[in-house]
């Protein structure tokens, strides 16, 4: 079993950076792939960016070259950062893990996470 709580969420202005942290607690993290999900208001929940126990990461086309995912398994914590953010950025995000048996493999679909975080919102204004 694993719980997660995200941290890092705030209110900034467009073209500032934030770093959302994902800490897990229970379990060994080592062998987990994690994720992060966004929801903006009104809208379904989408990927964000997702990275292997082995540290491959894997990013939504709308972030890619802005934002990156990273892990320290020694911490037991994910991280997101967040660079050059803009209005259309602000959601409540979310982290995940699930168990994976190969080093490489990530994953980019909700369904195929079972551990979720709370969520931290993130708000970029114009």
């Known amino acids: 079993q694993v719980q997660l709580v995200e941290s890092g969420g705030g209110l900034v202005q467009a073209g500032a950076s934030l770093r959302l942290s994902c800490a897990a607690s229970?379990?060994?993290?080592?062998?987990?792939?994690g994720g992060w999900f966004r929801q903006a208001p009104g809208k379904e929940r989408e990927f964000v960016a997702a990275?292997?126990?082995?540290?491959?990461?894997y990013y939504a086309d709308s972030v890619k070259g802005r934002f990156a995912i990273s892990r320290d398994n020694a911490k037991k914590t994910v991280y997101l950062q967040m660079n050059s953010l803009k209005p259309e950025d602000t959601a409540v995000y979310y982290c995940?893990?699930?168990?994976?048996?190969?080093?490489?493999?990530?994953?980019?679909?909700?369904?195929?996470?079972?551990?979720w975080g709370q969520g931290t919102q993130v708000t970029v204004s114009s």
């Open positions: 995940a893990a699930v168990t994976t048996y190969s080093s490489g493999n990530y994953y980019s679909q909700e369904n195929q996470y079972n551990y």
């Open positions: 229970g379990d060994t993290f080592s062998r987990y792939a």
């Open positions: 990275i292997s126990w082995g540290g491959s990461p």
